[in-house]
């Protein structure tokens, strides 16, 4: 069968004329028909089964009204989201995510990824994501609390630890994932695994806070190895400042590499004495337990700067990507290429611009997707659920050593479906590997 420059094109108006204004969605898609539609040319039953139009269609979607009561007696009203994308191999799973700027389209595109990272992990789970146009920020506890029961009265109907098990994301952090499980545990009267991130007290999984930042370098430290060279001596810019973008920047620490920067919202942080443990920590309380804003860090460390924007004109030898969605842009691809980076690894979900890939690519540094580069979180997610189900738990050590095989792994089998030549393209790679194992489960099911 002969390969039809068109396919994409007319793969992608379906795709954006049954999702009309979802940017985000579209992106998401593009990215990966990209590398599928060529891969899938010589393979009739995959064209048969309709099974990348199938997979480019949610198999539900559970949007709700969400009502609370605010610390002035106020009501408030916010819309929950629970996008069930597929579960051919596993119950959905994916995070939840609190943020003013949540749409249906940012969260479609948030379970179409997760789709293929979970299938990258090789452990079973299906793809989903959920959320709330709710803004953590500024709120007492109390408020996230009744936030977060009201979200759970309504989504408890739609999970379940056999169903779809959720789990943290951008704004939902241990406070939120405790309120959250407290809630479902208290109208469903059943103590099961059925979201993960929880605390170490009630089901939760050592390492699961640390293992999406982790993971991220443990991915740039395999690309490297894989060339004779290590994160060690390399510096590093990072964005973001919570749970991903602290652990990637100790994890760098802790192979020997130099973090530059930290940011969050407002702007960006760059220290160039390095952000070591002991400021490191001091980020950590500033941003998760004092929640305040990371402009505060140069009021104490005096060599520091801040600038508003993003980190990208940092020279450096690895990126780290690790706020949220198109960070990066082309623009800013192109001045990490111009100032020499060597590494970009992708913490958070999709941070760069279909422009900023196509440079990555062209570049041919070493360049990790989200799908690949952040499994991590999820894959420690879906041995938590292991834990919970057997009702046991596994020591640090024993989970530290799945970690670093699963990351290890994911980057093998990019390295077999993204080899070209002496070169790997990893974006390649991921998205093929990924799409495998789903797409031979729905051609298994038949048509469903
Ligand atoms: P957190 O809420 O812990 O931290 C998010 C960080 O990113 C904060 O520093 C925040 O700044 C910044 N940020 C959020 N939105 C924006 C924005 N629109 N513009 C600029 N900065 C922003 O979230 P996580 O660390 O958990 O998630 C970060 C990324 O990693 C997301 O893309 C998420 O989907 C992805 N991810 C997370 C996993 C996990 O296990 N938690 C697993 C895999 C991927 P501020 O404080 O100002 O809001
Ligand atoms: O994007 C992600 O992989 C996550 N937010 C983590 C999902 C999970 O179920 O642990």
Same mark, same amino acid.
């Given at each position: ?19 009309? +204004? ?66 051919? !191999? ?30 990258l992990t090789g452990l079973p789970m299906g793809g ?11 709120? #007492? ?65 050592? !390492? ?16 490297? +190895?894989?060339?004779?060279? &290590? ?27 130099k973090v530059l920067t930290l940011s969050d919202s ?13 400021k490191l920590e001091f980020i950590k309380n500033l ?7 990371? #402009? ?60 900023? !890939? ?22 420690? &997610? ?10 046991? &738990? ?55």
């Open positions: 069968m002969t390969v039809r420059t068109d396919d994409l094109g007319r793969f992608m108006e379906g795709v954006t004329r049954r999702n009309p +204004g979802e940017p985000e969605f579209h992106q998401a898609v593009k990215e990966v028909a990209a590398n599928v539609i060529p891969y899938i040319q010589d393979k009739p039953v995959y064209q048969e089964m309709q099974i990348l139009e199938r997979m480019a269609e949610p198999d539900r979607v559970i949007i709700f009204r969400v009502c609370w009561e605010d610390d002035g007696g106020n009501i408030r009203v916010n819309r929950g989201y629970r996008v069930q994308f597929n579960n051919s !191999i596993g119950p959905y799973k994916g995070g939840i995510r609190f943020h003013p700027s949540v749409t249906l389209s940012i969260l479609k595109f948030l379970g179409f990824e997760q789709t293929f990272k979970n299938s989903g994501k959920g959320g709330a146009d709710f803004n953590p920020k500024g709120k #007492s506890d109390n408020e996230v609390m009744r936030f977060c029961q009201s979200f759970m009265t309504e989504l408890s109907r739609h999970i379940g630890e056999n169903t779809d098990v959720p789990a943290g994301d951008i704004g939902v952090g241990a406070r939120e994932i405790g309120y959250m499980f407290g809630q479902y545990k208290r109208l469903n009267n059943e103590f099961v695994g059925v979201l993960t991130g929880k605390g170490l007290e009630f089901g939760g999984s050592l !390492i699961r806070t640390e293992a999406t930042g982790y993971g991220a370098v443990y991915f740039a430290e395999n690309m490297l +190895g894989r060339i004779g060279d &290590s994160v060690k001596g390399k510096s590093c810019v990072v964005s973001g400042s919570g749970n991903v973008a602290t652990y990637a920047a100790e994890k760098i620490l802790q192979l020997g590499g407002g702007g960006f942080v760059h220290d160039p004495d390095g952000i070591n443990e002991e941003k998760q337990v004092q929640r305040g804003r990371i #402009s505060e860090y140069t009021d104490t460390y005096k060599n520091a700067t801040f600038h508003e924007g993003r980190p990208w004109g940092v020279t450096c030898d690895v990126a780290l990507p690790c706020a949220t969605q198109n960070e990066i842009t082309e623009v800013e691809a192109k001045l990490l290429l111009a100032n020499g980076v060597k590494v970009v690894s992708e913490g958070a979900n999709m941070p760069t611009e279909q422009g900023g !890939i196509d440079a990555f690519i062209d570049g041919k540094i070493l360049f990790a997707p989200s799908k690949a580069a952040n499994a991590g979180g999820v894959a420690v &997610s879906g041995l938590e659920m292991s834990q919970n189900s057997a009702r046991i &738990s596994w020591k640090e050590d024993e989970l530290q050593v799945l970690l670093q095989d699963i990351m290890k792994s994911i980057h093998d089998n990019c390295v077999e479906y993204g080899s070209e030549g002496e070169h790997v393209n990893y974006l390649k790679g991921a998205n093929v590997a990924g799409f495998i194992k789903v797409a031979d489960a729905m051609v298994a099911y038949g048509v469903v």
